[in-house]
Each structure stands twice: as structure tokens, then as C-alpha cells.
């Protein structure tokens, strides 16, 4: 049990959803959102869309549709400062939820932050969690328009800088008119668009999020800090950008590994809102209470890892500059160290030859010695699989025992075999054991 979460909920009993504003400076659109946690910590965090060649007409165009969206956002926002306490009352002032909009809300706060829960040894249940109140005489979220995007021949792709995003754009871009879209640029994500053809920034739709540098502040202070549900982040942004380009298609890199949960046996999946399960529930909730405003899907839903490393392995163009490890991100390389790292390693490695691997992530992963625990992790040999966006268990051993004869003579490969052996030869006892005399 933590006790910093009881003692933090007892003297910030209430997180306040203050407002908002919006409006177009220079040609783009910008948000700013307004947080506060009783009467002396207050956040304010800043974005800015920039649509680019896509910005509508905004002399013509009402930004009163906006309004609803831009609430949602705030919606979202919000976890990453209401985090730091977990207060047990959230109050929303800007407009109110309906009590199925609640529970959907609170469905997503508990499950997208399993994680944080778990790292940081809180123990609650859903229900005493947290609960919204909403001033009296507050206007309904759902009575507001809500502009809804048409079909065309367009579809917003989300770069993230990793193979699947690769994958999804050169997939849809044989038939349709792909518009990429990327949150705080960075090395692989510019570079990644680049070849794929995308040489002006003004062809991108980009979103600049600031964090308040408060809450980096409380966080410095002991605050509660973890991961927070990013990919709902995106869902909800998703929306705004339809209704500022009026392309109604945006189209996600999930794969269904994303569906197992990182403790097996739980409900904690650190890939909870690249879940079928939210994405499911996300596109329910935009239908029902934002006016079917957008289709949000994952191209990429139908395909496990190794069906999506074969087909990225098809465009060599992109292995010099594609990008997944956040370790390494801010210096735009592969730190080499990390459960991404590995796992992108093992994934590709059926597919790549290995001397092109060495030089792509630096050196031999799958020969460092350093890299045991996290491979085990990866592999099932542990229980535990690491807390990042990494395939299924299974997928891991599939990629493994495909490279088993050729990659055999190096250090993880040969762990992997003997512990592989020790757990056949357990197993076997243990039935020998059990069996009826």
C-alpha cells in the first residue's frame, strides 16, 4: 500500500478542469488548458496545430464546432496532472458528461493508468478511484456540433518514427492520398516522412504539446509520476484533426499484440489505449456523444509482429533513419540497452540480414551479455514482461526459434536454448510426478 497516494488524496481532496481557450495565431491553431489542484498549484500547458498545406480557410471557418472537441481534449489532458495527487473528486466546470459518458471516462482513467497503479503500489478499486462533479446548471458536453469529417480518398497516418508507422504509410499509400501527422517532431519521425516522400514540413500535419513545467516541478518534489495512457491522447487530438481537415479516416499502427496484458493473469497492460478493447470503445463513444465526428481505426489490427517486421523489412529506404527506442529518442539513435531496442532486434532479426541489424542498432544485441534480464523478460522466461511497447510472448519465441540454427553461437541465443531445455525437462518431471502410480 502507498502511502504518499492516501496522504496526497487527503490534502488535494479535489483536481479542477477550470477551462480553456483557442484560437488561430499565425495560421495555427492554438490551445491552452486550464488545471488547478485546490487553491495553489495551478497548470496551464500550451499546443499548437499546425495543418499546413490542409489549414481551412479560417476566416470562414467556425471555430464554435471546435468546442466540444477541444473540451474532450481537455478530458485527456487532464490524467497527466490529476495523476500527481489522484484526488478523489474531479471537478469539470466547461460542461458536463452524461453518467454513461462517466463511466466511460472512469473506465479509461482506471485501466490507462494500471501501470502507474501498479509501479507505484496503489491499492484502490475502481469505484472509490475517483468520481466527477459537475457545478450546477452546467451545459452537456453532448448538446454541443460536432462537424462531422467526409469520406474522401484521404487518410491521416500518425508517424511515430518505428517500423509499424512505416508499414501503415507505404501500405495505404497504393491507393489512397496519405496527409502524415506527427507530435512533437523529432529526428526518426521528419526523417521517416522524408523518405517516404514528404520533404516540406508544410505537408505534415503537426501538433507541438507542451508540458506545464510545474508539474515537472511536483514531480521533483515526490509527487506521484508514471505512465499515463498516451495513445487516447492521440485518439481524442484524432478528432480535432478531422474537423480542421475534414478527413474522416485516421489510421493507427496497433498491432494485436497490443491486446495482452504486460502481468499476466491482470488487467495491466501498458498498451491499454492501443487496446482493441479502447479502440473499440473510443470509436463507440465518438458515435454516440461527438456526433460520429471521425472513424479512427488501426490498419495494422489484423497482423501480429512478425507479419509486420516481414512486410517492414520489404523497404530498406527507411532502416537508416526508422527510430522506436524512447531511451535514445531526444538523440534521434538507438540507445541499444532497452526492452524496445532488444525486441526490435529479435523481431526483425528473421527477416534482416544480421550484419545489417549490427549496424543499424550499433552492435550485436542478441550476443550482450547485459541484456539477459530483459530478454527474459521478453522471451516468458520471466514472468514479468517489460512496461513497453513490445509484442507477445509468443511472438517473441516465434521470431526466436526461427533463428535458433542460424544465430545459435551467440550469448542470448545460447541462454535462451538451455533454459529453453531446463523448463522441457522440468516440465517432464513434473508430469512424470504427477501421473497415477
Known amino acids: 500500500m502507498n502511502a504518499k497516494f492516501d496522504d496526497l488524496r487527503e ?32 497548470f496551464s500547458p500550451k499546443m499548437v496545430l499546425s495543418a499546413g498545406e490542409h489549414t481551412p480557410d479560417w476566416n470562414s471557418f467556425d471555430l464554435k464546432q471546435l468546442e466540444g472537441m477541444v473540451f474532450h481534449i481537455g478530458m485527456i489532458e487532464l490524467i497527466s496532472y490529476w495523476k500527481c495527487t489522484c484526488s478523489p473528486t474531479i471537478v469539470v466546470k466547461p460542461y458536463s458528461l452524461t453518467e454513461d459518458q462517466q463511466w466511460w471516462w472512469r473506465k479509461l482513467y482506471w485501466y490507462g493508468l494500471g501501470e502507474f497503479m501498479y509501479k507505484n503500489s496503489i491499492e484502490t478499486d475502481h469505484l472509490q478511484f475517483l468520481d466527477f462533479v459537475f457545478p450546477v446548471g452546467t451545459k452537456a458536453s453532448s448538446s454541443l456540433p460536432y462537424p462531422k469529417a467526409q469520406d474522401t480518398d484521404s487518410v491521416i497516418v500518425p508517424i511515430g518514427g518505428g517500423k509499424d508507422s512505416v508499414v501503415t504509410l507505404e501500405d495505404l499509400r497504393r491507393t489512397r492520398k496519405v496527409v502524415p501527422f506527427i507530435i512533437n517532431p523529432r529526428g526518426a519521425t521528419l526523417d521517416c516522412a522524408r523518405v517516404a516522400g514528404f520533404d516540406r514540413e508544410d505537408q505534415i500535419l503537426v501538433l507541438h504539446r507542451q508540458i506545464d513545467p510545474k508539474l515537472l516541478e511536483l514531480n521533483a518534489q515526490g509527487f506521484l509520476n508514471g505512465h499515463t495512457p498516451f495513445s487516447a491522447m492521440l485518439a481524442f487530438y484524432s478528432v480535432l484533426l478531422s474537423a480542421v481537415t475534414g478527413i474522416r479516416d485516421v489510421a493507427l499502427s496497433n498491432e494485436s499484440s497490443a491486446n495482452e496484458p504486460t502481468i499476466p493473469g491482470t488487467y495491466i497492460n501498458h498498451q491499454y489505449s492501443k487496446s482493441l478493447e479502447f479502440e473499440t470503445d473510443f470509436r463507440d463513444y465518438v458515435h454516440d456523444w461527438m456526433g460520429d465526428s471521425n472513424h479512427y481505426y488501426s490498419h495494422l489490427r489484423p497482423l501480429n509482429e512478425l507479419q509486420i517486421a516481414e512486410r517492414f523489412a520489404q523497404y530498406p529506404q527507411y532502416f537508416p533513419v526508422f527510430k522506436s527506442c524512447n531511451v535514445g529518442s531526444k538523440e534521434n539513435k538507438w540507445c541499444g540497452h532497452c526492452p524496445k531496442c532488444l525486441f526490435a532486434y529479435i523481431i526483425l532479426s528473421p527477416f534482416i540480414p544480421d550484419a545489417k541489424l549490427q549496424e543499424i542498432f550499433g552492435h550485436d544485441l542478441l550476443d550482450d551479455a547485459t541484456l539477459e534480464q530483459t530478454f527474459d523478460e521478453l522471451s516468458g522466461l520471466s514472468k514479468i514482461k517489460p512496461f513497453e511497447c513490445v509484442g507477445t510472448v509468443r511472438e517473441v519465441n516465434e521470431a526466436l526459434r526461427r533463428i535458433c540454427n542460424t544465430h545459435g553461437d551467440k550469448y542470448l541465443l545460447k541462454h535462451y536454448i538451455n533454459a529453453t531445455l531446463a523448463q522441457m525437462e522440468d516440465d517432464m518431471l513434473e508430469e512424470y510426478y504427477n501421473m497415477a502410480p
Open 11 to 42: 490534502k488535494h481532496p479535489v483536481f479542477t478542469y477550470e477551462g480553456y481557450q483557442y484560437g488561430i495565431e499565425n495560421g495555427d491553431l492554438h490551445l491552452v488548458f486550464h488545471f488547478s489542484i485546490g487553491e495553489g498549484i495551478k
